[in-house]
């Protein structure tokens, strides 16, 4: 089994840093994975359902250790590069003109 695409969406909540999702073999998604801030650091939860007792459980999960740092692996990484990507967007809208503004022309 290979993850073939791993998107993440950032999200801005106390605990809860971004939504995941994995291709698989480039045929099975999964989706509702998540980052979250735990106590001593970040960690991914599978995707989960709340039973009637309350407690949650595992939709879908991997069924090795192994399996569980290939992934984790990934969604950290993808993390990370999305993280570093809206750092530079948010940079580059920052030094963006707007409009009817002498912004950028250092001519005074």
């Known amino acids: 089994m290979k993850v073939t695409e791993v998107k993440v969406f950032p999200v801005n909540e106390d605990r809860l840093k971004a939504y995941v999702s994995i291709t698989l073999d480039n045929c099975f998604v999964v989706r509702d994975l998540k980052v979250i801030q735990g106590t001593s650091g970040l960690f991914v939860a599978m995707p989960s359902k709340k039973r009637k007792d309350g407690q949650f459980r595992d939709i879908a999960h991997p069924l090795n250790q192994e399996t ?7 969604i950290f990484e993808a993390y990370e590069k999305e993280l570093k990507s809206m750092g530079e967007t948010l940079v580059s809208l920052k030094r963006q003109k707007a ?3 002498d912004y950028g022309n250092d001519d005074y």
């Open 68 to 74: 569980r740092a290939m992934i984790e692996d990934l």
């Open 99 to 101: 409009p009817g503004s």
